[in-house]
């Protein structure tokens, strides 16, 4: 496991600080397991109240269901999904992703999610334009797994408060946090959902300490400016 030392300690002691702030975030924001796998594609480089206009767009047709939107053409579904931006593209990913359920589970989640985690998560991750924070969000909010989410939010933290090395990736960064935590989808759901929290309030693409919860974990001069994640 790829593991950075580092981070002990710091992990656990973040999500106090969170959870003592800001309380439950009961978050992710969708109905049913269906929508939140919908929602983890949708939500890849936009925001989420624009992934709420596709979904509710998607509602209004009736087509939040997996039999009905696997037999959608991509091009209907396409227009349907235009408020999530980059729309065709995400249409595709979308296919790929019911032609999987189909093909591999006969269209039922719950016989996809009977499969194990790591294999699952090698199966969506085969899937064309299924990068691993939208496999482990599928995962995670729709398949209840315990597997850590890492986005952009949670970079930004991290490495700010120079837990974990610039050049640190995705797998990195996840493999470092699990390490430090109990391994438990709820615990990871609601840690994703304060780092999102503390995110948007304060570590912006500009840095906002005053008031941070995590404020005084900085290192000693003020928070490390990280690379960009990729």
């Known amino acids: 496991m790829r593991y950075d030392a580092r981070m002990s300690g710091n992990v656990e002691e973040a999500y106090q600080r969170l959870f003592a702030a800001y309380g ?30 596709a979904l509710e767009n998607l509602r209004e047709e009736g087509l939040l269901d997996a039999a009905a939107l696997h037999r959608l053409p991509a091009e209907e579904l396409a227009e349907l999904i235009r408020p999530a931006g980059y729309y065709r593209l995400k249409a595709g990913r979308l296919k790929r992703l019911l ?43 729709a398949g209840k797994y315990p597997t850590f989410v890492v986005d952009t939010y949670t970079h930004r933290v991290f490495k700010r408060h120079a837990w974990i090395e ?28 304060l780092l999102v929290k503390v995110g948007k309030e304060h570590c912006g693409p500009k840095p906002r300490c005053e008031g941070c919860p995590l404020q005084e974990l900085l290192p000693p001069g003020g928070p490390h400016e990280p690379a960009p994640f990729e």
């Open 99 to 141: 032609d999987l359920l189909f093909d591999r589970f006969d269209g039922s989640l719950d016989e996809m999610f009977s499969r194990s985690l790591d294999d699952l998560r090698e199966l969506l991750l085969s899937v064309n334009g299924i990068g691993p924070e939208t496999a482990d969000s599928i995962l995670l909010y």
């Open 24 to 53: 439950p975030q009961h978050w992710w924001p969708a109905e049913t397991p269906f929508e939140m796998m919908v929602g983890a594609v949708l939500t890849q480089n936009t925001n989420w109240s624009n992934v709420a206009k």
């Open 166 to 193: 610039d050049e640190a990736d995705y797998h990195t960064l996840k493999d470092s946090i699990e390490a430090g935590l109990e391994r438990s989808a709820p615990l990871f759901n609601e840690y994703h959902a």
